[in-house]
């Protein structure tokens, strides 16, 4: 199993970081994620479902997402989502949006990878750690980097 939580400031207002995390602009924060197509809306968040084709090269894969958690206040945003990948990995992450000040925002990116049968686990063996952290960190970027060009805008 690998498990990340990591933490930075944003100097972006939280309402410009947390639109970023809306249903539509997920390819502009995760560009490998193609599609990401409504299945099931709940109100509220929680329990809402999402197709998603994410692209490795010339690989695609599939799968569904459940928006598992969802808070949205003036002072605190957080989204935390659910999915199998390739029948092999269970995959739970969230992000935490907490207001500092009015154009400074604390992002918060946790989560957990966990091998769910035998092909899995040996494969979560196998990854790097260290290639692992590289992932969390370049998400991390392009999420500051694009709440900045957003802020910019406003």
Not at 86 to 100: D, W
Not at 122 to 141: A, I, R, Y
């Amino acid at each position: 199993m690998m498990e990340w939580k990591e933490e930075r400031i944003i100097e972006a207002n939280i309402e410009t970081v947390w639109n970023l995390f809306r249903e539509e602009n997920m390819p502009v924060i995760m560009p490998k994620v193609i599609e990401n197509e409504p299945v099931h809306i709940e109100e509220g968040g929680v329990g809402s479902k999402y197709r998603q084709k994410y692209q490795e090269g010339k690989r695609v894969e599939t799968y569904i997402v459940e928006t598992v958690g969802y808070e949205d206040t003036d002072e605190k945003k957080y989204k935390q989502l659910s999915f199998t990948l390739a029948k092999a990995f269970k995959i739970n992450f969230s992000f935490t949006l907490e207001k500092v000040e009015e154009s400074r925002t604390r992002f918060i990116y946790e989560g957990k990878n966990q091998g769910v049968n035998f092909v899995g686990r040996v494969l979560m063996k196998l990854g790097s750690k260290k290639n692992n952290e590289k992932v969390v960190q370049e998400f991390m970027d392009r999420v500051e980097e694009e709440a900045l060009k957003a802020e910019v805008k406003t």
